[in-house]
């Protein structure tokens, strides 16, 4: 059984939230919008591309695979169409083309003007053989610099110059974001409604890249969930958007988007080869009679992406157990599907408390493995993967995530030493479960209405921790005080009276326990809306049989 440790020495939860991040109650419920014109070279983007839309330039936009990168092309797409042209848009193929702008993709691309969003800034090697094609080439992103930078006409970057940006931690659709709202002020070329799509394609953008929610990307975040829970304004929204949001409830906020929307719109691309490029299309699209039908076929992908990491956590399950004494996981299992390596490996970190790397075998090339890593812990990937990379075809990182391929012959090797690495530089592995604030179930509806003076919660910010000692559960009208959910009855939902506790993945531990009448919970406040009527909700993090104090 776990331990449970209390964080922090807060004793109340407005005490928690300002000190624990260090922001005002201003900054936290009314963060302000940073002029377009205090991040570095917007204007003169927004200049260039003006300038290219005169003369009539091709203009070509070379995004991402993922939500980020999708939403960050279907900004400029529709601000360069408002502008009264068109510029061709590339969404490259996770498998075959693999991440950001390449030489195969630019090759036949001459004389326009080619801008990379959501990517570009290691781009040395394909920006040069662009400009040699006599091409002007603006970069967008958001990713760390590396020593070299590309020699792109303009580049929107805030981590290159810091110093000289207002705010830093936009995500590309921010970035991308930014540039339309200084067309918007400036040039008054985008209408209100036409800026309300902009302005929930940055929001989903910004939350699905898991960015902090302070500062400018609290404001965006706060708008784009203004505009999706005003019904006018949502009826006005261009019909894609509005059908992929459709595939979720109302109202909508900061986890909808999280747990719904963004896994549901990263489905396609993971599962197959131009599964994103669908996607940007409903992202862009305004005809009624064909939105709601993709909306749906997403959604039918990610329930197949969900049973496929189901499936796949299952059968590695047993492997994970057998290295579960390690301080890394580190595994090579066949034929797993390169789109979901990610996530599977995620949810191996999460439950067995440490950092996991998972390895499968390429799609295109047998004697190659790809693998994705990610971190538990506070555990720092960084010096890992840089000592790993000489014995990689290629890879990169940072402290929370990393993806890497290896040749098969060398796989062995690498997992041995990254074992090493971790144990030399002792990952502690830290296995207990922390709370915030310990409150008594009878204060549940007074803390969840409290909360939502300082919400949206998010990376950077996140959602409180309670731990709610004698939750009684109390029979319903069939006389039952727990109820199994999922399609394998693998969720628990406890009645508590006027308050209920959902567990997902935690049936079988209930069970385990003998189904106790009275729990201790450690979990979080939110509220569930059901046919117009709102209670709060308790989503648990770990339980166990009351023990009285």
């Known amino acids: ?81 408002m502008l009264g042209a068109d510029a061709q848009t590339i969404i490259p193929r996770r498998f075959t083309d693999g991440y950001g702008i390449s030489s195969h993709l630019i090759s036949n691309i001459f004389d326009s003007l080619i801008i990379t969003v959501d990517n570009g800034i290691a781009a040395v090697e394909a920006v040069a053989e662009a400009k040699m094609n006599g091409n002007t080439v603006a970069i967008i992103d958001h990713h760390l610099p590396q020593d070299i930078l590309p020699n792109a006409d303009l580049i929107i970057d805030p981590h290159t110059n810091p110093e000289e940006n207002s705010f830093t931690e936009y995500c590309g659709a921010g970035l991308a974001y930014k540039i339309a709202q200084f ?28 960015m902090p929610l302070i500062g400018d990307n609290r404001r965006i975040v706060l708008d784009g969930l203004e505009i999706l829970n005003d019904a006018p304004r ?87 157990e057998f290295q579960s004494l390690l301080p890394i996981i580190v595994l090579f299992m066949p034929n797993i599907p390169e789109g979901i390596v990610g996530i599977l ?19 295109s090339d047998k004697a190659l493995y790809k693998g994705s890593g990610r971190t538990y812990g506070g555990c720092d990937l960084s010096e890992l993967v840089n000592k790993v990379l000489p014995l990689c075809e290629s890879g990169g990182g940072h402290a929370g995530a990393a993806g890497l391929s290896v040749s098969r012959d060398n796989f062995r090797i690498l997992a041995a030493t990254m074992i090493r ?17 310990e409150i008594t179930q009878d204060k549940i509806p007074e803390i969840c209405e409290q909360q939502k003076e300082y919400m949206p919660f998010g990376e950077g910010m996140e959602r409180p921790v309670f731990l709610v000692r004698n939750f009684t559960l109390v029979p319903n009208r069939y006389g039952d005080i727990s109820r199994k959910m ?4 693998e969720h628990i939902k406890l009645f508590g009276g006027a308050v209920s506790a959902v567990g ?12 106790p009448s009275s729990v201790d919970l450690i979990c979080t406040i939110e509220e569930n809306i059901y046919k117009g009527t709102s209670s709060p909700q308790l989503n648990i993090i770990d339980l166990q049989p009351a023990v009285s104090t």
């Open 421 to 437: 690495f971790a144990q030399e530089n002792n990952f502690k592995i830290d296995t207990a479960i922390y709370y915030d604030l």
């Open 183 to 210: 067309i918007h002020e400036k040039n008054c070329f985008l209408n209100d409604a036409q800026m309300d799509d902009i302005t929930v394609l940055a929001c989903i953008g910004t939350i699905a890249d898991v």
């Open 486 to 489: 999922g399609n394998n009855n």
């Open 234 to 320: 949502f009826d006005a929204l261009s019909a894609g958007i509005r059908e992929v949001m459709q595939l979720a409830s109302s109202p909508y906020n900061e986890e909808t988007i999280k747990f719904s929307i963004g896994p549901i719109m990263n489905a396609p691309g993971r599962l197959y080869d131009a599964g994103s490029s669908s996607v940007f299309k409903e992202m862009v699209n305004n005809e009624e009679s064909t939105a709601a039908e993709y909306a749906e076929k997403m959604k039918e992908i990610n329930e197949k992406r969900k049973l496929l990491v189901s499936n796949y956590a299952k059968q590695i399950d047993p492997y994970c």
């Open 1 to 81: 059984m776990a331990v449970w440790k209390k964080s922090g020495e807060y004793t109340t939860l407005a005490e928690l939230i300002t000190g624990r991040y260090g922001l005002s109650i201003e900054e936290i419920t009314s963060p302000h919008s940073e002029k377009p014109e205090t991040i570095k070279n917007v204007p003169e983007a927004a200049e260039l591309l003006l300038n290219a839309i005169n003369a009539k330039m091709p203009i070509i936009v070379i995004g991402d695979y993922d939500v980020d990168g999708i939403t960050a092309t279907a900004i400029l797409k529709k601000a360069i169409n």
């Open 504 to 515: 997902f993945n935690f049936a079988e531990k209930y069970a385990d326990l003998n189904s």
């Open 345 to 363: 490996t995620g949810k191996i970190a999460e439950k067995y408390r440490r950092p996991a790397f998972v390895f499968t075998n390429s799609r």
